[in-house]
């Protein structure tokens, strides 16, 4: 059984930048792929980022793109989501999430484990 430990949220001006870390923990980590979602108060999770097992191929949503960068260390079964210039908009909890897949997967119901979240606040 897989657990996953998310860890880096926290309380930020707009503009600034947060490094949220997961950590993988019971599993061969480099047998899945990896993503970040995250779900505002009152909203659906929604997917932020991917990557593929190896790390080679990564996948953002249109409204991160070019401000977070997602990135994996198997050697130390983690992930990692840098956040730049953030929005009060991207105020939300994030979850790591890992599905055992060849791709890297968009769609929450094809991912098999969930972390329990980090509190990301981003005030104007």
């Known amino acids: 059984q897989m657990q996953l430990v998310e860890s880096g949220g926290g309380l930020v001006q707009a503009g600034g930048s947060l490094r949220l870390s997961c950590a993988a923990s019971g599993c061969t980590f480099s047998n899945y792929a990896m993503g970040w979602f995250r779900q505002a108060p009152g909203k659906e999770r929604e997917f932020v980022a991917a990557i593929k097992r190896s790390g080679g191929s990564t996948y953002y949503v249109d409204s991160v793109k070019g401000r977070f960068t997602i990135s994996r260390d198997n050697a130390k079964n983690t992930v990692y989501l840098q956040m730049n210039s953030l929005k009060p908009e991207d105020t939300a909890v994030y979850y790591c999430?890992?599905?055992?897949?060849?791709?890297?997967?968009?769609?929450?119901?094809?991912?098999?484990?969930w972390g329990q979240g980090t509190q990301v606040t981003v005030s104007s």
């Open positions: 999430a890992a599905a055992i897949a060849q791709v890297a997967p968009i769609a929450t119901m094809e991912y098999d484990y």
